[in-house]
């Protein structure tokens, strides 16, 4: 016999669960959101969406495929190169590809960002980052109605709204942030919401 990750998982449900450790959030309001505190464990039915660009991402692989093939137009002599080839254009256009294709790496292999909204309580946000190799199946099958068991770490303050996810080194400029944009796989949170550390995600 040999332990899987879906056995162990149900194990330390079943722990958990026996030591009433477990908070099931069958419904959310005020009162019962002010209970919640840091480091216990929630259970929850819940709505989970990736952020914005993380399935473009994370297909954004296929595109360093093309690199190949623009650095052999780029060194074709120019009688075999198509009339409208522009090798300033190819140049730059490798360089976005190459800057797309490392961010689609570091998503491949870096924590995965998204929310959860608990069923019948959209009022209420949960923000996580899922460990990519704990993750089974398609980055894009995590998306839907799930139920999820999760360690509360911190909750958002009332007036002080946070931007989490994002890449590394990946910043707004002046003029980005003074008209509100958003950096990649980023999303702002608003009381009320949380940050949780996900234990894990079935249906």
């Not at 259970?43 to 952020?51: G, H, I, K, T």
């Not at 491949?108 to 704990?134: D, H, K, M, N, Q």
């Not at 894009?140 to 770490?153: F, H, P, S």
Request: contains cysteine; glycine residues 8%; hydrophobic residues 40%.
């Amino acid at each position: 016999m040999r332990q899987t990750a879906g056995s162990r998982f149900n194990r330390l449900h079943a722990l958990l669960d026996a030591s009433g450790s477990i908070q099931p959030l069958e419904a959310l309001d005020d009162d019962i959101w002010d209970q919640i505190g840091r480091n216990e464990v929630v259970e929850v039915e819940a709505v989970l969406n990736l952020l914005p660009g993380v399935l473009e991402m994370s297909q954004a692989t296929s595109l360093s495929g093309l690199l190949p093939v623009i650095n052999m137009m780029k060194d074709l002599p120019d009688e075999f190169r198509p009339d409208d080839f522009n090798p300033e254009d190819a140049e730059q256009m490798s360089a976005q590809i190459s800057t797309i294709d490392s961010f689609a790496q570091h998503l491949g292999s870096g924590p995965i960002p998204c929310t959860f909204v608990p069923a019948g309580s959209s009022r209420y946000t949960f923000f996580a980052e899922l460990a990519r190799a704990s993750v089974e199946g398609e980055v894009a099958d995590l998306e839907g109605e799930v139920t999820v068991l999760a360690r509360l770490k911190r909750k958002i303050a009332k007036g002080k709204p946070e931007t989490l996810g994002g890449l590394p080194g990946i910043q707004l400029n002046r003029e980005q942030r003074r008209t509100g944009g958003a950096a990649p796989l980023t999303t702002q949170l608003r009381y009320p919401a949380a940050v949780a550390t996900v234990i894990g995600i079935y249906r």
